[in-house]
């Protein structure tokens, strides 16, 4: 198992590396890999978690809603200042979409059970993913802090969380056992601050903000991208999996490893944006 976590993350981490530094279109193909895993693949081992539930959808013309969009930041000249127009256009054509299936559907309730379901999966999903594509194409390491700051208090939470249990005598103390007992405040703290100070060593660095102003990101970094993780442990908990998904091995399924950039890819364009208008004046 080790040894195919190690080879998964060697190559994943490769791909990652490559489409931030390797220059052109090179990077740009690494970045397409990664988004069609990271978008298309993620969307479907939802879609077949919540069909343990009796919760039906379309896995694959879902996932293709999401994705297309993605691509088409990607590889269109879509400026940032107009995401909002692009995304009510995509917005308006899956609705039609929907609304045509349903035309269709010979007034059959599986029918609109999935429509409904693919509809509230399709929200879920977009807006983060196209945040996370049009940061990539806008500014390459910024992105990259983005996604290996949310991920280092990932790594920082388990290893300070694993080390603590070890040596405090009666263990740690868990933080939400009924959603995943796994976490612990030993490793919440202890992500929290690694986060801070990748934060305070590299965000000066990547936008030209102060170090003072570092302390924002790293703090909403490692906070909602804890929630982001702890909403898809609650999620798998009520289907009643373990992974997502088995497609890489060693790890699992891709909605484990992009579940913490979910709600991280908002809040960073958001905080980016306020710090914009209100520092840079």
């Known amino acids: 198992m080790f040894l195919q976590r190690l080879c998964s993350s060697i190559v994943l981490l490769g791909l990652f590396a490559a489409s931030i530094f390797v220059e052109g279109l090179g990077g740009l193909l690494c970045f397409t890999l990664l988004a069609i895993a990271g978008t298309g693949i993620a969307v479907q081992e939802f879609c077949r978690m919540i069909a343990k539930k009796n919760l039906p959808a379309y896995p694959l013309w879902t996932a293709l809603a999401v994705l297309l969009p993605v691509l088409g930041v990607l590889y269109a000249e879509i400026n940032l200042l107009l995401m909002p127009l692009f995304v009510v256009g995509i917005v308006t054509f899956f609705c039609i979409a929907l609304w045509i299936q349903l035309l269709c559907s010979g007034n059959r309730l599986e029918v609109l059970q999935k429509v409904m379901n693919s509809a509230a999966v399709f929200f879920l999903f977009v807006l983060p993913f196209l945040f996370l594509a049009a940061l990539y194409r806008e500014d ?24 603590s249990n070890k040596i405090t005598k009666d263990g740690n103390h868990k933080l939400i056992p009924s959603i995943s007992p796994g976490k612990s405040w030993e490793g919440f703290f202890g992500g929290l601050l690694l986060t801070i100070a990748f934060s305070v ?81």
């Open 140 to 163: 390459r390491m910024i992105f990259g802090f983005l996604v290996v700051g949310t991920k280092i208090g990932d790594i920082g939470a388990y290893v300070v969380g694993s080390l």
């Open 201 to 281: 060593a590299l965000f000066p660095r990547v936008t030209g903000y102060s170090w003072e102003l570092a302390l924002i990101p790293g703090v909403l970094l490692f906070l909602f991208g804890a929630a982001g993780d702890l909403a898809e442990s609650s999620l798998k908990r009520i289907c009643g999996v373990k992974d997502s998904g088995k497609l890489i091995p060693g790890i699992g399924g891709v909605m484990d490893l992009v579940d913490s950039l979910i709600l991280n890819a908002p809040i960073f364009l958001l905080m980016l944006a306020l710090m914009d208008f209100f520092v840079r004046q």
